[in-house]
């Protein structure tokens, strides 16, 4: 099971144009990893792009293996 969080790659260009929309999609990408942690998710890789780069987050089953 696979799941992924994107992230601007411009993040900082987003802060000094406008603060709000980033502390938006910090605190919206603190959920999101806070509930796949919670959800048995670890994030195991992350792909640069444009406009945005992601964390791909697998599920571990309780031996260690994913699933």
Do not use: C, M, N
Not at 5 to 20: A, K, T, Y
Not at 34 to 44: E, L, N, P, Q, R
Not at 52 to 59: F, Q, S, T
Request: aromatic share 8%; glycine share 8%; no cysteine.
């Amino acid at each position: 099971d696979q799941v992924s969080i994107e992230i601007p790659s411009e993040i900082g260009l987003v802060e000094q144009h406008d603060r709000e929309i980033a502390i938006a999609w910090r605190r919206a990408t603190r959920s999101a990893f806070t509930s796949a942690f919670s959800a048995g998710y670890a994030a195991v890789e992350f792909v640069r792009g444009r406009p945005a780069g992601k964390y791909i987050l697998r599920r571990h089953i309780a031996d260690g293996s994913s699933l």
